[in-house]
């Protein structure tokens, strides 16, 4: 018997584990046991097993970078250092131009295959923003995808141009945006977001975008 299998056997999910070995996926009730166990390592081992079983010793990565277009916001978020109000001597949006800039420096630098684009909640900026930026990015740099905007940032442009997240997104997708990163999706509790980003969206919203 392995160390991993003595582990396995002496654990109280190691029922959970096991099957996940066997590639039998857990049912809901085993990700709440999950969620309340203590053994992370050994979820960890058990992880890594499998990884290696389905795809041996490969790993990939997408290589881009962060643009963060504008730190404007006022959402005032309590654990954001990266925010600065309207009208700040140090708050700023980038251009056009030095947005492909900066994608040109990427994209020269480190073949990029990705932009990453976020920023803050500015009342500023309507969809047109995005749209000319999105669409210049894909039409300049086809081989480099567009990545970006949270949530919280598509029902901000939702609220400018008073318009539903659906036809927002629509638009977005239109103009040259590939996926939506999970940012803020760690915060899954209204209670929380109550105390140290009581402006954001709710939970709900979030799920529903």
């Excluded at 250092?81 to 492909?100: C, G, K, Q, S, V």
């Excluded at 990029?112 to 500023?124: A, C, F, S």
């Excluded at 008073?162 to 999970?182: C, F, H, M, N, Y």
Aim: hydrophobic content about 35%; proline content about 3%.
């Amino acid at each position: 018997m392995s160390q991993l299998t003595q582990q396995i056997h002496s654990s109280e999910i190691g029922d959970i584990l096991e099957n996940s070995l066997n590639g039998i996926r857990p049912k809901k009730e085993d990700y709440l046991r999950l969620l309340k166990s203590d053994d992370v390592y050994l979820m960890g081992l058990v992880a890594g097993n499998i990884t290696r079983k389905k795809f041996g010793k490969k790993v990939s990565f997408v290589n881009n970078i962060i643009l963060n277009y504008t730190n404007v916001c006022i959402t005032d978020c309590k654990f954001c250092a990266f925010y600065r109000p309207p009208n700040h001597e140090e708050a700023y949006t980038l251009t056009l131009d030095e947005i492909e800039a900066r994608v040109k420096t990427g994209w020269d630098m480190f073949k990029i295959r990705q932009v990453l684009i976020q920023g803050g909640h500015n009342p500023k900026l309507g969809i047109e923003y995005y749209e000319d930026s999105f669409k210049m990015i894909r039409s300049k740099f086809p081989n480099v995808g567009v990545h970006g905007l949270s949530t919280s940032e598509i029902d901000m442009i939702a609220t400018v141009e008073k318009s539903s997240t659906k036809e927002i997104l629509s638009r977005l997708k239109d103009a040259g945006l590939q996926s939506v990163p999970g940012a803020g999706a760690e915060i899954l509790t209204d209670s929380v977001k109550e105390i140290i980003s009581p402006k954001k969206l709710i939970v709900m919203i979030g799920l529903e975008l």
